[in-house]
Structures are given as C-alpha cells and as structure tokens.
Nanobody, 121 residues
Framework: VQLQASGGGLVQTGDPLKLSCVESGGTPGAYEMGWFRQAPGREREFVASISWSGGTTYYAGSAKGRFTISRVNNKNTVYLQMNSPQPEGTAVYYC???????????????WGKGTQVTVSS
C-alpha cells in the first residue's frame, strides 16, 4: 500500500487549506484512513480518522471543529480540510491507513511520507 500526501505549503493564519492523500496498491475499500501531524521537536500525534465507508469519523479533541476529514473512495483519496489554520498547526502532516481503527500512532500499518504545512501569523 502506498500513500501519497499533497497539498501542504505556506498558508496565512485563518486561510483554509485542504490536504489530499491518494492510496494505491491496496484492496479497494479495505482501509480506515487517518491523518497525523508532527511539529518540530514533538511526537507525532493523531488528528483524525475516517472509516472505509466514510460514515464514521473520529477526531482528536484538539482537532474538533478545526479539521474536517473526508474521503472519495472511487478516487482512493482522503482529504483533511484545515478550516482555520493557526501557527501552532505548523507541522508535517502524514496520512495513514490500516485495516483496523486508527486512533493513535501505535500499530498503524501504512504511512505516507508527509506534507509540510507552515502557518504564518
């Protein structure tokens, strides 16, 4: 399974940004997908995840209201909408996939390489 994240870059505080992650090489519809982020000097942390059907989403407490996760299965793509980015959201954002629920870093089976998001004040 390969995961290719894109959409990162430099954004102004409050300007929405949408990240994308395309999955390839796996079994269609088999994976829960998720997003994590890692800020400089900090551990990688969970942001949000979405079930294979898209019917169930789960957010870290700090992410509720700030991020929206979605997916389009016929495009094998999961999205993370950053609704109102803040400077503390500066991090490398990683997408992830697993056949089990994604709620934290431990045990996640597949990782993408990440995309840098820098939020300027």
């Amino acid at each position: 399974v390969q995961l290719q994240a894109s959409g990162g870059g430099l954004v102004q505080t409050g300007d929405p940004l949408k990240l994308s992650c395309v999955e390839s090489g796996g079994t269609p519809g088999a994976y829960e997908m998720g997003w994590f982020r890692q800020a400089p000097g900090r551990e990688r942390e969970f942001v949000a995840s979405i079930s294979w059907s898209g019917g169930t989403t789960y957010y870290a407490g700090s992410a509720k209201g700030r991020f929206t996760i979605s997916r389009v299965n016929n495009k094998n793509t999961v999205y993370l909408q950053m609704n109102s980015p803040q400077p503390e959201g500066t991090a490398v954002y990683y997408c992830a996939a697993d056949t089990f629920q994604i709620r934290n870093v431990r045990g996640v089976k597949y990782w993408g390489k990440g995309t840098q998001v820098t939020v300027s004040s």
